[in-house]
């Protein structure tokens, strides 16, 4: 069996899941010939990359990632650091031919996916490369692009989009590094509302975007009473126009007291609608409107498709079909994903190719509030 070595740069809250998604694969999915070791963990610091390598038992802990990007043992990268830091290493990962596995959003500009585009074309990168847009592999939005596919729902008419926390709403909240310019809710939740939205319903052909900024300063610590000042976004309101002639709702906010990680969607077309909540992810709600509401109410109305862990190999349904999804779960199967091409020598999806239009995204939503303007999307 050939062995895989892995390098993990950054090991925040975001690096911990990747770390664990691999202790935890061998459960959750068929791999076959093929076994893959941490080897090597990056951080900022030498005490958190100590600290990281002795909890995912990894042999080597360096404060530079160019100790994993340019090493010729490591074959698979991930890239888990802040969104302002991920070029760098990207493209000396992409230089030295890694596979690449890299958290979301691919860059924090515009200027940064471009050039990016132009160095994987110059450098003919072939490797095998994806986002970690982890949400597509829930089971029911699994069901939720078959129904789609099947044209259950027909012509699509209108689609809304919301991704919700509370986290924001309290001024009181110390600054993190998501209160910077690179950390607002664009990149860090509407990014995975785009990825849907494109894996779902197709391209975007316009939109025109309002953003929120309701906390000016925020203290440095709970024991430090300095203010400093936020940058970042709190919530964006973004209608848009698919290629196909729908048109949606794509809402991101830290504000909504009261939610947690509150994803939802619903989709209505000619035929039937679908909807979605992140925390009752074990269920997917179809309603088929060709089903007569006669006599008395017929059998019309709302089904409840209980998606569960029912997944198509090479994921597995441990523990059970019936057992409830978690957000970890998809973390798991969208690993999985990747590592079934990296064995297979193959491309797969979502790819760098998808972080990169997800940023030209962000960037016209970025334009379209500073204008007031809709803005057509490439």
């Known amino acids: ?31 076959l010939n093929a076994r893959f ?19 995912c ?14 090493n010729p043992d490591i074959d698979i990268v991930h890239i888990c650091t802040p969104n302002n830091q991920h070029f760098e290493p990207l493209v000396d990962a992409i230089r030295n031919g890694k596979h690449i596995y890299c958290d979301k959003p691919l860059t924090a500009s515009l200027a940064e996916a471009e050039q990016l585009q132009k160095i994987i074309d110059t450098e003919k990168y072939v490797a095998v490369n994806q986002m970690t847009f982890h949400l597509r592999f829930f089971s029911a939005i699994q069901k939720a692009k078959q129904l789609i596919a099947e ?16 986290s924001n709403a309290s001024p009181l909240v110390p600054f993190k590094w998501k209160h910077s310019e690179f950390g607002g809710v664009v990149r860090d939740l509407a990014s995975h509302l785009f990825d849907l ?22 203290p440095v610590s709970e024991s430090n009473p300095d203010w400093v000042d936020v940058h970042a976004e709190d919530a964006v309101t973004i209608l848009v126009k698919t290629r196909n002639g729908a048109h949606g709702i794509l ?34 709600d179809f309603f088929d409107a060709t089903v007569s509401d006669k006599p008395l109410g017929g059998y019309s109305g709302w089904r ?18 019936k057992s409830t999804a978690g957000w970890v779960r998809a973390h798991i199967s969208c690993l999985s994903n990747f590592l079934h091409a990296v064995t297979e020598n193959r491309p797969t999806s979502p790819d760098l190719s998808q972080g990169i239009k997800i940023d030209r995204w962000i960037d016209a939503v970025f334009r379209s509030a500073q204008t007031q303007n809709r803005i057509t999307v490439k």
């Open 151 to 166: 044209e259950k729902l027909g012509r699509i008419y209108q689609f809304r989009f919301g991704y919700l926390h509370s």
């Open 251 to 284: 809402e991101a906010t830290k504000l909504a007291t009261g939610n947690e990680d509150e994803m939802r969607f619903e989709i209505n077309g000619e035929k039937g609608s679908i909807r979605f909540s992140l925390m009752n992810p074990h269920f997917l």
């Open 1 to 31: 069996m050939k062995t895989y070595r892995i390098g993990i740069i950054g090991f925040g809250m975001i690096g911990k899941v990747h770390a664990f998604c691999y202790a935890a694969l061998p459960y959750y999915s068929e791999l």
């Open 37 to 55: 070791q941490i080897s090597h963990v990056a951080t900022a610091h030498l005490e958190t990359a100590e600290k990281a390598k002795q909890i």
């Open 304 to 321: 409840q498709i209980p998606c569960g862990g029912r997944l198509e190999r090479p994921d597995t349904e441990f523990p059970s079909p």
């Open 57 to 70: 038992g990894a042999e080597t802990a360096t404060t530079n990632f160019h100790h994993i990007t340019e």
């Open 197 to 218: 939205t494109d894996h779902l319903l197709g391209p975007l052909d316009s939109l025109l975007a309002e953003m929120q900024y309701a906390v000016q300063k925020r």
